[in-house]
């Protein structure tokens, strides 16, 4: 393992734009950049540390309309692979007045990343680490998913003439196999749960030098994308923080970046540093920071996950302490729903928002249901609630509670007649 003491050049090697070394989150250990995700000092989780240019609203805004406007406080080189037109990120942050009236809160906002090119956020976190990995040296995409991610890996290795290795639980959506397979890389069933899949994922990338596991060896890079989705809420508010976040948790990655991102664009000067408070949204069948969280501990106890949302479905969440930390110092919570509560929440924003999100995205929505309901969630504060994927990757959830009202000749009278008129 790389260390401080290795010689200076490795620091200077990579051109990763304002990052500077990896940091590690227990103990500050530093060490220069490069393909490593644990220190070596404590086994704590390495994160990328920067040294950040001067960078304004304006400079960001003239940028592409893709994640690539924040390429100054991402891990890239400045001079970042582009890929016009297929480039994740600056997807709609919708004013959802029908949902907040459902709900009952005055001011929410939903960020719809179901609009990125494989319809899920994971675009944004794949787009960081093929970039990072390129410049590492690495010439294979790899990665073991729940799912999204797999979409996302394959897509982009298709894309760059990479190859890619995507190693998925055998159990998955099939909607979720097909739109990974189709990109034609190597698509691996592994019979087993997520959790196996990530050990068997973390053995390969220390037998394979060149695989670049997006979320394994280089997940300090890939974790960094995710910063983006906190970066466009506040700049689509008009570069201010909202008072209230809900993200869902499989790994807790997400949330961890979320709040770094608001973190930084308050140290940085491009919004106030305005009181915000994060929430964690779980399934109920794979709830271990919920619990964590109720129970006052610091520490998550693996589960073995049971519940339709799949994609948020990961027993041994490796930042999970980190979303406990965040909601914490935020004043937020970590609350958790039923599998019919996650039905309902798919089917309560299509009904108000015409928005049709996966699994995860119903998770999201019950969640602040709960909250607002528990009077966790302030109803006066503005609150945004992050959908990270489509539905239609899904369809199984929602399959046997709504179709067709009738199904009738080609006559307007037994239309009419369908409709009770
Ligand atoms: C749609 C969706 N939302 C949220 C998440 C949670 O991401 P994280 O592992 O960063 O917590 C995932 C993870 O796969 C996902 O697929
Ligand atoms: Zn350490």
Redesign the pocket.
Known sequence: MTTVDAPATAATTFDLGPARALSCRECGHQVPLAAEFACGECFGPLEVAYEFGPITRATIESGPKSIWRYRDLLPVPSDVDRHPNTEPGLTRLVRADRLAAALGVKRLWVKD?TGNPTH???DR?VAVALAAARQLGFTVLACP?????ANAVAAAAARAGWRSVVLIPSSLERAKVLTTAVYDGALIAVDGNYDDVNRLATELAAEHEDWAFV?VNVRPYY?EG?KTLGFEVAEQLGWRLPEQVV???????????VDKGFRELGELGLVEPTPYRVFGAQATGCSPVAAAYKAGQDVVAPVRPDTIAR??A?GA???GPY?LDAVRRTGGAVEDVSDEEVVEGIRLLARTEGIFA????G??VATAKKLIDTGKLDPDAETVL?I??DGLKTLDAVADRVGPKATVPPSSKAVREALGF
């Open positions: 990343d899920s956020f994971k976190v998913s729940t799912g999204n991610l979320n974790a995710s993200v869902p948790v499989a790994s807790g990655s997400q949330l961890t970046k994609s948020l990961i969440p490796a930042d979303v996966e699994t995860a995205g998770v999201t992050l990270t994927g």
